[in-house]
C-alpha cells in the first residue's frame, strides 16, 4: 500500500515549457488535491477533484490545468512555465468530504529558470 | 468564511522545553473537524491529530498534547519536554463537514508555525 506518491520528486524547467506532475493514490479516495508550498505562504489550493472525472479550481489555479480521467490518479499540467511557479508542489488525497484527513504525497519540487 | 489563524510565525526554545502552538480557527458551522500536521525538515507532510467539534476532550499522545476550546475557538497544541527531533512547520487545518457550494474546497490550512528546537 504505497499511499499517495509524486512523479517526478524533482524537476528544471525553462520558463515556456510544459510539463505535468502526476499522482496516484490507491486507498480508493475520492477526493484530490494540488497544492502548491512557497515559503512564508503555507499551503495555497490550485485545483482539486471530488470524483473521477471532475475538477474545480482552487485558490489559485492560474496557468494550471488538471485532470482526473481515473479514480487513483489526478494529474497537474502547466502548459508554458513561468518563474512564478517555482516551488514545492504537493498532492493529497481524502476519502471523501467531512471527516477524514488529507493523505500527502512527498512533493514535488520544481524550478523554473 | 472558515479561516485558520497561527499567529506565531516562528518559535525557538531549548530542549526539554515545554512549548505550546497557538491555532484559532473560524467557522460558521457547527459541525467542522480540526487537524494538525507536521512538516519535518524533510519535506514531507506528517498527520498529528483529527479533532471534531462536539469533543472538547483534552488528548494526549506521548509528549504531545491538544487543548480545544471552543469557547475561544481555538486548538492549540503542546509539546513536553521537546527535542531536537520535533523541530518542523506544524500547520493547523479546519474541515467543515456540511456542502457547501465550494464544499471541496472545506480543508483549510493555517500558515504554519516554524519550530526550532535547539539542543
Known amino acids: 500500500n504505497a499511499g499517495v506518491t509524486q512523479t517526478p520528486k524533482f524537476r528544471v524547467l525553462k520558463t515556456g515549457q510544459s510539463m505535468t506532475l502526476l499522482c496516484a493514490q490507491d486507498m480508493n479516495h475520492e477526493y484530490m488535491y494540488w497544492y502548491r508550498q512557497d515559503p512564508g505562504m503555507g499551503l495555497r489550493l490550485i485545483h482539486y477533484?471530488?470524483?473521477?472525472?471532475?475538477?474545480a479550481k482552487g485558490e489559485v489555479p492560474d496557468g494550471y490545468n488538471v485532470s482526473r480521467l481515473k479514480k487513483q490518479n489526478f494529474l497537474l499540467g502547466l502548459e508554458s512555465a513561468a518563474p512564478s511557479q517555482t516551488s514545492v508542489y504537493f498532492c493529497a488525497s481524502r476519502l471523501n468530504s467531512g471527516v477524514g484527513e488529507q493523505f500527502f504525497g512527498p512533493g514535488t519540487r520544481l524550478t523554473v529558470l | 468564511a472558515q479561516k485558520v489563524t497561527q499567529a506565531q510565525t516562528e518559535i525557538s526554545v531549548v530542549e526539554k522545553e515545554d512549548v505550546t502552538l497557538d491555532c484559532v480557527y473560524e467557522?460558521?458551522?457547527?459541525?467542522?473537524?480540526l487537524f494538525w500536521y507536521k512538516q519535518p525538515p524533510s519535506g514531507e507532510l506528517v498527520f498529528l491529530i483529527r479533532r471534531n467539534s462536539f469533543d472538547e476532550q483534552n488528548e494526549i499522545s506521548g509528549r504531545y498534547s491538544w487543548n480545544f476550546q471552543k469557547s475561544t475557538s481555538s486548538f492549540n497544541f503542546t509539546i513536553t519536554a521537546s527535542q531536537v527531533v520535533d523541530s518542523a512547520v506544524y500547520f493547523c487545518?479546519?474541515?467543515?463537514?456540511?456542502?457547501?457550494?465550494?464544499?471541496?474546497?472545506?480543508?483549510?490550512f493555517g500558515p504554519g508555525t516554524r519550530l526550532s528546537v535547539l539542543p
Open positions: 487545518a479546519l474541515s467543515e463537514v456540511h456542502m457547501r457550494d465550494n464544499y471541496g474546497q472545506n480543508f483549510v
Open positions: 467557522t460558521r458551522d457547527t459541525t467542522y473537524y
Open positions: 477533484s471530488v470524483g473521477e472525472g471532475t475538477t
